[in-house]
């Protein structure tokens, strides 16, 4: 399968990204992109880089109720993240989905679904490759297997310096939503 081009989309996550990240981001893209010429059944986009304070609350909110001063679990849905308005590194630019999807499209809804989670080439691609390159990659980090998250091993760097309050976008938050430092 020929090498495919960014979409649009990927290239505007790419682009939210800060250096040096963004450019190991950039690497990591063109080693998969070369590993995937092996694999006629599945391609990569790329997705979600920079999330606002607002964002990733409405990320963590999912599967979650605010019930009587704490977060709760809601089992009618599936939590999405763990980290907190503040703990996660796409609020620090530091962060980037790689998702496999398969190239045909489902055929009962036609959308061209990620790969199952347990396909071993999320390992094999997106997380030796991210490795190699000095990232860290979402499956290895405990909690929460997240399959297509790579992120900058030093963020968290820079989280303290902004007091583990995400890059300010110019809005204010409640306090009972930004967590306690870790
Ligand atoms: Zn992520």
Redesign the pocket.
């Known amino acids: 399968m020929p090498r495919e081009a960014l979409s649009l989309a990927g290239e505007q996550a790419l682009n939210t990204l800060d250096e040096p990240f963004r450019s190991r981001a950039v690497q990591l893209i063109a080693l998969v992109q070369h590993d995937l010429e092996n694999w006629g059944d599945v391609y990569l986009t790329v997705e ?1 880089g920079r999330r606002s304070f607002a964002d990733q609350l409405k990320d963590y909110a999912k599967g979650r109720i605010w019930k009587e001063g704490k977060w709760v679990l809601n089992p009618a849905a599936k939590i999405v993240t763990n980290a907190l308005p503040g703990f996660s590194a ?1 609020q620090y630019n530091r ?1 980037i ?1 790689l998702v496999l999807r398969y190239s045909a499209p489902d055929k009962k809804d036609g959308m061209h679904h990620w790969v199952k989670d347990e396909d071993p080439r999320w390992r094999t691609i997106i997380g030796d490759r991210a490795k190699q390159l000095g990232l860290v990659w ?1 499956g290895d980090i405990s909690g929460l297997y ?1 399959a297509s ?1 790579v992120e900058d091993p030093n963020w968290k760097d820079l989280a303290k310096m902004l007091a583990w309050k995400g890059i300010p976008d110019g809005k204010s938050y409640p306090l009972w939503k930004q967590g306690d430092p870790v």
Do not use: F, L, R, V
């Open positions: 979600d796409h962060a989905h979402g997240d998250h």
